[in-house]
């Protein structure tokens, strides 16, 4: 470890015990300061634990070498040895644990997302397969213990979708759903295919941040809302009422309609969320000139032209085309509980990659 990485530890694991003394001792700070120093604290808790942890296994390293080196009981210096050995790999999983923490953060990793999928080529298979990767997502984040609102669904009538939306929030969401966009392809026989032919088709998600009020101000005046019937499955209320709302932001020329919900109050509400989101993901690009890098950092461009992800049913296997990634558990994959198996290994490969390029602690 270089001098320059230890120095930086050090004050790390300084200004955390310097917080966490000012907050214990209950200084005569506002609420706005109070609440300032806790986040400070809250996030540099995960990596003031694994200095400390990373200190105390070099000081055990240091206490057995010196066993090694002056203790003339042959057991003893056998077992200094033996502890020596697994307490250096005990220190390079900390220090490559450090390395990660150390990273830059995406600043929207801890914000909700906003979740879009469309039937790309493949016709009634599309949508059924853009309908069954809505579903594995809303089951993914049961798992994770997420929250999973449905903001837009355009059901064809046979469980097929054209578009789908859904308001994604909870602990970490865009971090792990980030890498998400793109091109998914399904191989497999459809149900209607009587000579048993295995057919190719695919779907496009996209995956937006989905900011706070704070984030993103969008003046009413810049507004266009208009007010129109539903159409599509609705029974008795359908045409009957203007419940459906298309909302246009006039600057930007960006439009989001919605007509799910048979109170226009509910769909204008939906709609703005989705709106917001759009705007939010729109100014980040104007404002980051490397943001093409950056999604090539983030595991591909994100794209939604490139197929990141094929789907195999005939072999029960998904294969991950940027990591070159292929697990055969497909059918938990689609039910969100294998999900992470894929996710993790994009996450480790974007944070590897991450490393080489900014060589932290060399």
Do not use: C
Request: no cysteine; glycine share 6%; hydrophobic share 35%.
């Amino acid at each position: 470890m270089s001098s320059d990485f230890r120095g930086k530890l050090n004050s790390i694991l300084e200004k955390y015990e310097s917080i966490e003394k000012q907050l214990s001792e209950r200084g005569d700070f506002d609420q706005k300061e109070y609440v300032k120093l806790s986040k400070e604290l809250s996030e540099l808790s995960d990596i003031a634990k694994e200095i400390r942890l990373l200190f105390s296994r070099e000081k055990d390293l240091r206490d057995n070498i010196e066993i090694l080196e002056s203790s003339e009981d042959q057991e003893l210096k056998e077992l200094a040895e033996a502890e020596i050995s697994d307490i250096r790999a005990a220190i390079s999983d900390i220090e490559n644990r450090i390395k990660i923490l150390l990273l830059p953060k995406d600043i929207d990793d801890e914000k909700g997302a906003i979740l879009e999928i469309r039937a790309g080529t493949g016709g009634d298979e599309a949508g059924l397969f853009a309908a069954d990767l809505f579903r594995m997502y809303e089951l993914y984040a049961v798992v994770q213990g997420w929250n999973f609102e449905v903001l837009e669904f355009s059901d064809s009538g046979i469980g097929a979708i054209k578009e789908a939306s859904a308001s994604i929030s909870g602990k970490g969401v865009f971090s792990r759903l980030k890498f998400e966009s793109g091109v998914h392809r399904v191989q497999r026989v459809p149900e209607t295919e009587a000579s048993g032919r295995i057919h190719t088709s695919a779907a496009t998600v996209a995956v937006l941040p989905e900011p706070e009020e704070v984030d993103i101000q969008i003046d009413a005046k810049d507004l266009l809302i208009d007010t129109f019937r539903a159409s599509g499955a609705g029974g008795q209320h359908v045409n009957k009422t203007d419940s459906a709302v298309r909302i246009t932001h006039i600057p930007t020329g960006t439009v989001v309609a919605v007509q799910d919900e048979r109170s226009q109050h509910k769909n204008k509400a939906r709609a703005m969320k989705i709106l917001r989101s759009k705007i939010y993901e729109n100014e980040k690009t104007k404002m980051e000139s490397s943001r093409s890098e950056a999604r090539k950092d983030q595991v591909g461009t994100g794209d939604r032209s490139e197929r990141i992800r094929t789907y195999n049913f005939p072999q029960g296997r998904v294969t991950d085309h940027r990591i070159n990634l292929t697990i055969y558990k497909l059918e938990k994959v689609m039910d969100g509980t294998a999900l992470d198996e894929v996710i993790e290994k994009l996450i480790e490969y974007y944070q590897a990659e991450k490393m080489k390029n900014l060589h932290i602690g060399e």
